[in-house]
Nanobody, 123 residues
């Protein structure tokens, strides 16, 4: 079982990027999915989360600029980022609460992190 994130890159200020993160393996179900970020020298912080039922939460710093969505059929969460600023530069990590089969044993609500994908916004 793993989370695989993609979509990071270099973009100019004011530009847009779309991040994707997919869960793979013997997935039974996925609870809350979200994105976090960590800038150099700073702690990891929440960007946005979405529950399976569609309840969404955003950090104040990204409200109105970022949109989180998910496709439950594809076990995938997205982060559409617009009006990017240099302050958005960070490694972006996806997170999900995964329930899955592990060698014949059901595991419920295990917290998984994907590898970071770097977003760099130039001024």
């Amino acid at each position: 079982v793993q989370l695989q994130a993609s979509g990071g890159g270099l973009v100019q200020a004011g530009g847009s990027l779309r991040l994707s993160c997919s869960a793979s393996g013997s997935i039974i179900s996925i609870g809350t999915m979200g994105w976090y970020r960590q800038a150099p020298g700073k702690q990891r912080e929440l960007v946005a989360t979405t529950t399976r039922g569609g309840t969404i939460n955003y950090a104040d710093s990204v409200k109105g600029r970022f949109t989180i969505s998910r496709d439950n059929a594809k076990n995938t969460v997205y982060l559409q980022m617009s009006s990017l600023t240099p302050e958005d530069t960070a490694d972006y990590y996806c997170n999900a609460q995964l329930s899955f089969m592990d060698q014949g044993v059901r595991r419920y609500g295990i917290d998984y992190w994907g590898k970071g994908t770097l977003v760099t916004v130039s001024s």
